[in-house]
């Protein structure tokens, strides 16, 4: 809650200064989303205010998107209806408008709700619609979701088997990510499966997995789900004092915020106590409390298994007409549950799926077989670019040293001539000590550029080249035993790894070629604007990745006299710095202000910050303030001593303000072009 609350904290100061109307509703939503993870009712409040806004502006992006998060509080409220009313609403504009990722979570969310109630058919064919739109995104997230709905439905048929195939490659894709309330959701449904077969040893097991993450998860909604989850595997067990505690709990949680849909479920929960207990009026009291709060909310998932459960405690009371009755309904809710029209839609689902992962197989096959030809080349170029990399820092270094052995040699036969001299040349050798002095400095320095060297070349250039070797070797060594989607994950980090490495290199060459004086700049009038958006643009894949947003207010009117290429250089390497230090979620804002003949460009980030040590160390290479971006993001230190070479040779400085865990601003002073 502290870092949501923090975050919310920031977006509303931000619009008390806000002055463009769409910003303000991207912003609003923003809000709404975070409170949704913790608050139902001002997650509704602050969406409606945003629609309010987006609406007197017919902004339908904005509209869209605030139609979505209250259509997905509805639901936590269990007011099915008008949830999916909204769904419609944001679907439309978003189809309209070419939004694809909203359209996926519309998708989404449709297949969802309809889960819950008899359109089981509705809610297949939107999870296929969801499905297709989140292969062609590569949205991994959406997948699992996807997943986790369709192996729901199979669950409510029956099909354990089915059901179970699809729990399981959610957690597949879910284990990569860092999300604990997905995950747990993902041991809850495995975990309901075992406890259903009665498979109590491996039930226990899975449980145990769900309460690790239960501290983490941060969301009262998905908290009272779990509860209960855990409720009915100790209620297999016989364990009712835990049982009793967890339903206690989710009971709690859904009275605070009003979680109707959840509260029918706590309802059931202590009816399967009840019954397991023996204590069969009880159990019928509670089974008929949870149908009559299903029936007015609109949800009907549950009600086959609800009916043949209170059959069974008017039987075991001797009610035998009332048992019969139940049981017929039972027979009758899962007879509408399990139609035709259902099974032969999953059979060609299933159909479909078997031809595309057929398809896929044999594309990977055949993308192995050239990458492990493309890598024999790679490798051997690796090879040579390395000793010829190696061979030429090695010459430059000795070149160094010899330079200043013979200079400081030279100094040192001065000092002792004019040692007979001293008093007359009293002024002549303190200027001689100055000199000495700073050529010591310099040597000091060229030493630190030296070390820094070697110490890239030696672990950060060597280590990413033996990850790549290590992940090649696995995939040869063992490729029968991995699926395809641990295939994919070990050659997606092959490329990561391989790109990274390439990034090194180039800034290692360009470091080097600066210091040995060969970079020529060729000066010329450029476009402010129009350089930063190309920098922007060769990163917005890394940012949308971390869910980034880059805020470019740079004017298109300004002229600057600087090097291209350079200052290109310069802002590829802030901007990736900016990236990799701020949290997903976060936001980069690019300005400037003009000050005389100079223009001041600032890039600030909502990031982690950095202590007055690190500050005072930017910028200096014998001093080593490298650290891990906050998706484990590696960096040498190198990007920052490039900048501030670059920047120097233009006739600019560069310079930075930061306050730890609360974000950094780099600036950058560049001419201006005089007409």
């Not at 939503?29 to 949704?36: D, H, K, P, R, T």
């Not at 204590?279 to 009600?303: H, N, W």
């Not at 459960?309 to 027979?331: C, D, I, V």
Request: charged fraction near 25%; proline fraction near 1%; include cysteine.
């Amino acid at each position: 809650m502290g870092q949501n609350q923090s975050q919310i904290d920031s977006l509303k100061e931000e619009n008390l200064l806000e002055s463009s109307q769409e910003q303000l509703v991207k912003n609003t939503n923003q809000i709404a989303e975070l409170f949704n993870r913790t608050n139902t009712d001002s997650s509704l409040f602050y969406a409606q205010k945003s629609l309010q806004i987006a609406n007197e502006i017919e902004y339908k992006l904005g509209q869209a998107h605030s139609y979505f998060i209250i259509a997905k509080n509805l639901v936590e409220k269990g007011q099915f209806e008008e949830a999916i009313k909204n769904y419609d609403l944001s679907l439309n504009l978003s189809i309209e408008e070419g939004d694809s990722l909203n359209t996926l979570l519309c998708y989404r969310g449709l297949s969802y709700v309809f889960s819950y109630g008899t359109s089981q058919l509705k809610g297949l064919d939107y999870s296929t619609k969801a499905l297709e739109l989140a292969e062609q995104l590569k949205d991994s997230v959406s997948l699992s979701v996807i997943y986790n709905n369709i192996g729901t439905i199979y669950h409510q048929l029956k099909d354990y088997e089915s059901a179970l195939f699809y729990f399981q490659k959610t957690l597949s894709i879910e284990l990569q990510f860092d999300s604990p309330a997905d995950l747990a959701i993902s041991y809850s449904n495995i975990g309901v499966l075992e406890v259903e077969n009665e498979n109590y040893e491996e039930a226990s097991s899975t449980y145990r997995k769900l309460q690790k993450l239960l501290p983490d998860v941060d969301n009262p909604y998905i908290e009272s789900y779990l509860y209960l989850s855990l409720s009915g595997y100790y209620t297999g067990i016989a364990d009712y004092d835990s049982t009793t505690y967890y339903i206690n709990k989710a009971e709690d949680l859904c009275i605070e915020n009003n979680f109707p849909h959840i509260q029918a479920r706590v309802y059931r929960k202590k009816g399967e106590m009840f019954l397991k207990q023996k204590r069969y009026k009880e159990s019928i009291y509670f089974f008929d409390e949870c149908l009559e709060l299903s029936d007015s909310i609109g949800v009907s998932e549950e009600y086959p298994e609800i009916y043949s459960m209170e059959a069974n405690a008017y039987a075991q009371l001797g009610m035998y007409e009332k048992a019969y009755e139940f049981s017929q309904k039972a027979s009758a809710s899962f007879d509408s549950l399990k139609n035709r029209k259902i099974a032969s839609f999953l059979g060609k689902f299933e159909t479909e799926q078997k031809t595309k992962n057929e398809i896929q197989r044999q594309q990977l096959e055949q993308a192995l077989v050239d990458q492990q030809t493309e890598n024999d080349t790679f490798q051997m170029k690796l090879k040579l670019v390395f000793a010829l990399v190696t061979i030429a820092l090695l010459l430059f270094s000795i070149a160094i040293v010899i330079y200043f052995f013979l200079k400081s040699r030279k100094n040192n036969d001065i000092l002792k001539t004019q040692h007979t001299v001293i008093n007359q040349q009293k002024i002549q050798l303190e200027d001689n000590l100055q000199k000495l002095e700073l050529s010591e400095k310099n040597l000091k320095k060229l030493n630190a550029t030296k070390d820094k060297f070697f110490s890239i070349i030696a672990h950060d250039l060597k280590s990413p080249f033996n990850a790549t070797l290590g992940l090649s070797d696995v995939l040869i060594q063992g490729y029968g035993d991995f699926n395809d989607l641990e295939r994919k994950t070990i050659i997606g980090q092959i490329a990561k790894t391989s790109e990274s490495t390439l990034h090194l290199l180039e800034n290692l060459l360009t470091w080097a070629s600066s210091q040995s004086e060969s970079i020529i700049l060729n000066t010329g009038r450029q476009n402010l604007r129009k350089l930063i958006d190309k920098g922007v643009s060769a990163y917005l894949g890394a940012a949308t990745i971390k869910n980034i947003h880059i805020q470019n207010n740079i004017p298109n009117d300004i002229l600057i006299w600087v090097d291209r290429d350079t200052i290109k250089t310069v802002i590829l390497n802030l901007l990736n710095n900016a990236i990799k230090f701020t949290l997903a979620g976060g936001k980069i804002v690019l300005f400037c202000e003009l000050k005389g003949d100079f223009v001041i460009i600032s890039i600030r980030d909502s990031g982690i910050g950095m202590s007055s040590e690190i500050l005072d160390g930017l910028f200096h290479i014998e001093k080593d303030v490298r650290r891990d971006g906050t998706a484990n993001e590696k960096g040498t230190g190198l990007g920052l001593i490039l900048c501030n070479e670059f920047v120097q040779k233009n006739g600019g400085k560069i310079w930075a303000e930061s306050i730890n865990k609360q974000g950094s601003t780099f600036f950058i002073s560049l001419p201006i072009y005089k007409n």
